[in-house]
């Protein structure tokens, strides 16, 4: 079954920020971000990267959360501060940079954490963090890897950004980190990429009270850099975070609005396609509500009719819908799902409701998976979860939170 929805932003079920965009192979593009808790309290609580993958830049899985700050032994006992992301690949292994504080005094004690896995989408495992970098306000890891097999990092936030060449093992720096030199109005959000043989480097500037996307240039991935000027104006949020990246031959920003939630710390990603003048500048790009968006249910998923929930609270049945979930402490619960091994499995929604930003909280085998939001009259949701072995999984959908009926669930898997 195939539902076609163009939408920008393109993930709308749960709230995802700071988009790194990467294709290893030239067929499937991966994009790790971080992700807004729902409800918002600010950047403190975000926590739980999740990773979305497309074939086309068209159909996008939400590939389930690879890392949270329960993973992270050295971070701070409180959580959350779960930050902007980025991710490579070299010699068989995905390397995930993500910053963290080490201290509840969490501004002064940030830290590069750095997870590796075999997989571009699963199975990261914590290995600690780069000796040497980190500090006040030194977020937002970049990180290059040339065309000699060189890889460099870049850290920055507050003003201050530096650069770094990175070891072969890819946690240890080679170089003393140094200023970028030549950016203008810099604030935080950079990533470098390559083109033609010249460097590039974006970031978001100081401007208030949204910051634009501005792009400078180099012949040396440490600079000098030359700016180049603003290439994306501000997107409705206090902050401006992206990446860029090429897929079969088109070039693409990715980037965070809050065009779903209208809140600035529950934020959701989005991508528009970019282009450039003779002479290798960015074209001043164009933001859309339409997108590259669609998604497919896959035709082996297995169905759970309302026949099969155990209702709760306010809920009931009506006309084959569960009503009432509107009412505080309504919900309805699925026992007995199948947990296949070590899959990760897709948990959809069928709804319909006649209230923007209606959600229902999901809760599986006791782990709160945050709220999913449903936005259009009669649609699908969706959200990538880890099930146990065996049947012995239970699914709870709580209400609340906006007048919305549920038809079915359907359950795939990864």
Known sequence: MALLHPRNPFITSIYTADPSAHTWDGETVYVYASHDIDPARGCDLMDRYHIFSSKDMVNWVDEGEILSSDDVKWGRTEGGFMWAPDCIYKDGTYYFYYPHPSETRWNDTWKIGVATSKYPNKDF???GYIEGLGGFALIDPCVFLDDDGQAYIYVGGGGKYLGAKLCPDMMTLETEAVQMEGLHDFHEATWVFKRNGVYYLSYSDNQQPENNMRI????SPLGPWTHRGAYMTPVGCETTHGSVMEFKGQWYQFYHNQAVSGHGTMRSICVDKIFFDDDGNILPMKQTTNGLFSYEIPNNAIAYGVDKFELYGGAYLEDGKVKG???????????????????????????????????????????????????????????????????????????????IYITEVLVSYL
């Open 216 to 219: 400078a240039t180099s012949d």
């Open 325 to 403: 979930l509107d009412a505080e402490g309504s919900g309805f619960k699925l026992a007995g799902i199948e947990g296949k091994g070590d899959l990760r499995a897709t948990i959809w929604v069928k709804y319909a409701t006649q209230e923007r930003l209606a959600k229902i909280r999901l809760n599986v085998n006791g782990r709160d998976e945050s709220y999913i939001n449903a936005l259009a009259t009669d649609d699908i949701t969706r959200l990538t979860v880890k099930l146990k072995p065996g049947t012995n999984n239970e699914v709870t959908f709580a209400g609340g939170k906006g007048d």
């Open 125 to 127: 495992t914590d290995q």
